[in-house]
């Protein structure tokens, strides 16, 4: 495959990357937040008003279907591929107006909403057996899990993961290692926490900048933590916020899963 990270800038409108340290960057006209992959040359991201393919090598995009295009007061967020080719996205409010957001899921060509009355969505990723989703609310201050069918499809309610209210913490993006185990950014800690298949603290790695915003695996054996981090809410940012981490060695994740568009 490409080798290649990708990573978003949702209030510069941008896609960013690097590759043979060269960075790169493409400008859009709307908020841009998440994106999975479709092919090596294409990923699927969501916007504020729709999810559209976008070809890396000649920066053309292609409409697939609108998402929340009617509403100017929202915008997607975090968002990951489940192991069907399912496309999860949170959306929410510019301002994160409460219960603004839900969270979909687009699957075979159709956009179903899972989860509604969301005011932050993050932490978007799933079981390494395939059983189980994870999302969060940042607000509420808890990761929660929900079970899911064969189809990748939510079964019963969704229950509490970790709560972190008790050490004031707010979940943001997250992701799961091959062992299980999900990597939370949290908001104002400076840290991306580590959790056990049943939600006990193991382990954190910590960064210089106070806003972490989402972890992912990468490099050739995916033992690369790579850590995004974000300078809104900070008066004044410090050099070191806004900028990209990276951990090495601490676990080894799992491969993305790839979009499925269509039947």
């Given at each position: 495959m490409r080798q290649q990270l990708f990573w978003f800038d949702i209030l510069g409108k941008q896609l960013l990357s690097q590759k043979d340290g060269q960075n790169l960057s493409w400008q859009f006209d709307e908020h841009v937040s998440c994106a999975g992959?479709?092919?090596v040359n294409s990923l699927l991201i969501a916007s504020e008003t729709q999810l559209f393919c976008f070809d890396l090598t000649t920066g053309t995009s292609r409409h697939i279907i609108a998402l929340e295009a009617d509403d100017?007061?929202?915008?997607s967020n975090d968002g990951r591929v489940d192991p069907w080719g399912g496309f999860w996205i949170g959306t929410m409010g510019k301002s994160a107006q409460a219960n603004a957001g839900k969270i979909y899921r687009f699957y075979q060509g159709e956009l179903i909403v899972l989860f509604d009355t969301i005011t932050i969505p993050n932490a978007i990723c799933f079981s390494t057996d395939h059983k189980t989703?994870?999302?969060a609310d940042t607000p509420t201050q808890k990761i929660m899990k929900q079970a899911l069918d064969a189809q990748g499809w939510p079964v019963g309610a969704a229950a509490v993961f970790v709560d972190l209210a008790a050490e004031n913490l707010f979940p943001d993006g997250a992701v799961v290692d091959d062992q299980g185990h999900l990597w939370n950014a949290q908001w104002g800690a400076g840290r991306v926490a580590r959790y056990d298949r049943q939600g006990?603290?193991?382990s954190a790695i910590t960064c210089p900048?106070?806003?972490t915003t989402c972890p992912a695996f990468g490099g050739s054996d995916l033992t690369q933590l790579f850590i995004t981090t974000a300078t809104q809410d900070l008066d004044p940012p410090q050099a070191h916020d806004g900028q990209l981490y990276v951990a090495e060695r601490h676990a080894k994740g799992q491969t993305e899963h790839r979009v499925k568009l269509e039947r």
């Open positions: 992959w479709i092919d100017a007061m929202t915008r989703a994870y999302f006990a603290f193991m900048a106070a806003h």
